[in-house]
């Protein structure tokens, strides 16, 4: 089936620092890619969209130039975390959009 | 806005009983409503997909049933087994949007 490959599974960086998480598509091309942030006990909120070759869309409340999200080719979308602080710290996933919605197995960031 | 809400927030139940986990949705116009199974610290697997013209999908021991014009959603779980311990979620799609809504998801512990 699809799979969708998420690295890294977590990381632990120091405040003020980038972070980035990748997204592989492994046996799909995925046109569409979303990024999802969870907070404990709290749903998967929708951060932002991705087409292959263009630019992403943002939802409302999240910083474009915090979280710069590339999608550069249709197996690979990444997202950088950007001057990372403690209250980013958070469970970030990635879904793939091929056939139907395929997840990525999530990365747990601490910012300390 | 679409808001999807899950009761119970956490269930634990003996193996081998059937139970139900329960999702609302307060706009109905959505084109799906989707079941996920997440592992602790883990990504999603996609359990049923249930188009918004369906009434119920089945697979094995679990059965979604769909009433849109009430916004609820029903997922069966028979005869579970410590195996089905997870955190499960709903999430729906407006028609015209690739957008997933999710709701907080229900805990489920089965004790062996």
């Known amino acids: 089936g699809a799979v969708v490959s998420q690295h890294p599974s977590w990381v632990i960086c120091k405040s003020g620092t980038s972070v980035k998480i990748e997204c592989r598509s492994l046996?799909?091309?995925?046109?569409?890619m979303f990024w999802y942030r969870q907070f404990p006990k709290q749903s998967l909120m929708l951060m932002a969209t991705?087409?292959?070759?263009?630019?992403?869309?943002?939802e409302q409340g999240v910083e474009k130039d915090k979280f710069l999200i590339n999608h550069a080719s249709l197996t690979l979308s990444t997202l950088t975390v950007t001057s990372a602080h403690p209250e980013d710290s958070s469970f970030y996933i990635c879904?793939?959009?091929?056939?139907?919605?395929?997840f990525g197995s999530g990365t747990r960031l601490t910012v300390v | 806005k679409q808001e999807v809400t899950q009761i119970p927030a956490a269930l634990s139940v003996p193996e081998g009983e059937n139970l139900v986990l329960n999702c609302s949705f307060t706009?109905?116009?959505?084109?799906?409503l989707q079941w996920f199974r997440q592992d602790p610290g883990k990504g999603l697997t996609s359990l049923l997909l249930?188009?918004?013209?369906?009434r119920e999908q089945t697979s094995g021991r679990l059965n979604a049933s769909l009433d849109k014009s009430s916004g609820r959603s029903t997922l069966y779980i028979a005869a579970s087994q410590p195996g089905d311990s997870a955190t499960y979620l709903c999430?729906?799609?407006?028609?015209?949007?690739?957008?997933?809504?999710f709701g907080k998801g229900t805990k489920l512990t089965v004790n062996p």
């Open positions: 046996d799909f091309q995925a046109t569409t």
């Open positions: 706009d109905s116009a959505i084109y799906n």
């Open positions: 879904s793939a959009r091929g056939y139907g919605y395929t």
């Open positions: 991705s087409n292959e070759g263009s630019k992403a869309t943002y």
């Open positions: 999430a729906v799609t407006q028609g015209g949007s690739e957008k997933l809504v």
């Open positions: 249930i188009q918004s013209s369906q």
